[in-house]
Every structure is written in C-alpha cells, then in structure tokens.
C-alpha cells in the first residue's frame, strides 16, 4: 500500500518560506507524474504544481505561485518537496501531495484531480497578513 505523508507546513507571516516535503513510501521515479494540490477554507482543491519525472522533467506551476514556489525531489529518499517563498494570506489551505498522475496526450502532467492515483493526507499551511 503506497502511502503519502506530507509535512513542513505552519504559519508564517507574509513575505516568509515554508519548505513542504511528501515523503513516499514507495519508489518516486516509478511514476510519470506527482504534484502538490491545495484546497483553502471553502474553496475546491486547486492544482499547486506538477512535475514530470520522465522526458525532460517538465515542471507546471500555476499562475498564482509562478516565481513564488519551486519544486525539487530526492529520489534516494523517495521525497518531493516543495518550496514556497514570498508567501500570501491567499496561500493559506491544506496542502496535498499526489502520486501517481496520468499524462496529457501532448506528454505533459494531467493536472486533474482525477488523474492522480496516490494522495497524502495534507498539511495546514497559515499566512497571515
């Protein structure tokens, strides 16, 4: 049984860094595709980022986190991380991490919720203004 367990999440002031990791218990680069999902207080669960661990490691960013956060992965500890700078009160949300995720037709991540296999549990990430 695969599992995902996400953690580095906390509250930060505006303008701070959280450094989020989803350790796997399984072997990360056997997946075409993870990513980090959030969803905040009322809202739907929104994609974060993805990336691709086959090809040219292609990694997507949503608008609202471009040139803010970063990802990065340890393949020898099966961890994908995630790297959030210069963080905002509209941050704030519980932040998944998902494995497992299937490929557009163009060889891209799908970035639908539908598309990954594997979720952890979440972590609360608190930006305060």
């Known amino acids: 049984q695969v599992e995902l367990v996400e953690s580095g999440g906390g509250s930060v002031q505006a303008g701070g860094s959280l450094k989020l990791s989803c350790a796997a218990t399984?072997?990360?680069?056997?997946?075409?595709?993870m990513a980090w999902f959030r969803q905040a207080p009322g809202k739907e669960r929104e994609v974060v980022a993805t990336?691709?661990?086959?090809?040219?490691?292609?990694?997507y960013f949503a608008d609202s986190v471009k040139d803010r956060f970063t990802l990065s992965r340890d393949h020898d500890k099966n961890t994908l991380y995630l790297q959030m700078n210069s963080l905002k009160p509209e941050d704030t949300g519980v932040y998944h991490c998902?494995?497992?995720?299937?490929?557009?037709?163009?060889?891209?991540?799908?970035?639908?919720?539908?598309?990954?296999?594997?979720w952890g549990q979440g972590t609360q990430v608190t930006v305060s203004s």
């Open positions: 399984s072997y990360i680069y056997k997946w075409r595709c």
């Open positions: 990336i691709l661990f086959t090809g040219d490691g292609h990694t």
């Open positions: 998902a494995a497992d995720g299937r490929l557009w037709s163009g060889g891209r991540c799908d970035s639908r919720i539908q598309s990954f296999t594997y």
